[in-house]
């Protein structure tokens, strides 16, 4: 029985169902067994098509130990350790993609992509920036709570779990550690920021201008609490990304 999604989202009738799973092929082939030895590269397509549904709301379809089991045996199977990021960076781009049709079904809208060609076997991402130049604002970013909601408290304690092995084999940074070394929650966050928050900048600076006309959003605590944890991931910057983060923030403390 296939797992049920703590995070059902409409569907473009209206109807809710299951989150929807971007990468439907790769979860169609053969589950990884961890204790099977593959070639590198099919071990971590393999990986990603077991822990992918995580971004779309549900749990994994196996245990954490096993996902782990399997991280260890990809590391164990890289030729070079720092060939490791790459490959993750892969699966946590495939995850986003998953986020931002789920994007597109809470504002009741069929995924729109952009006009550019892909390689041969690269899926198609969806494009958040054509949401944001699709719908009001405040759809766009009463989605964007929700969505944030699902990746911060599902999408990456769940991650962190799977990656454990990278802290133990000295790869990734422990999340509370001071560290040069990227950890993967930053690697989760860093990816949801970029994907998903920064093309929806246009309609989060249009709610500060419908906060400050005293107009009711609902969802302005957890988007200040988004921008907040997302601004500190680069605590130097002080662009658009920064401003419009402290421009709600203030509203909020007004």
Known sequence: M???????????NGRTSAAHNSLAALEAKTPVQPHIRNDGEDKWRRLGARILPVFTGERLHCTIEECNEVVRSCLRSSEQLEQVWPEIHG??????????????????????????????GVLAMPSA?????????????????????????????????????????????????????????????????????????????????????QISLSCLPALVHM?????????????????????LSSLLQA
């Open 2 to 12: 296939r797992p049920r999604s703590m995070y059902p989202v409409r569907m473009a």
């Open 129 to 213: 920036s054509l949401l944001c130049e699709s719908v009001r604002a405040d759809a766009a970013v009463e989605a964007l709570a929700f969505v944030w909601e699902m990746v911060n408290s599902h999408v990456v304690p769940y991650i962190e779990g799977v990656f454990l092995p990278l802290v133990q084999f000295g790869i990734a940074a422990a999340s509370s550690g001071n560290s040069a070394k990227l950890s993967v929650r930053n690697a989760v966050l860093l990816h949801f920021r970029d994907s998903v928050v920064v093309p929806l900048l246009p309609s989060l600076d249009e709610v500060v201008n419908m906060a400050r006309a």
């Open 91 to 120: 699966i946590l781009r495939m995850g986003m993609a998953s986020v931002v049709r789920i994007l597109y079904r809470q504002v009741n809208m069929t995924p729109k992509y952009e006009n550019r060609s892909n390689p041969a």
């Open 227 to 247: 921008l907040t944890i997302l601004t500190a991931l680069n605590p130097t910057d002080r662009g658009q990304f920064y401003q419009t983060a402290k421009a």
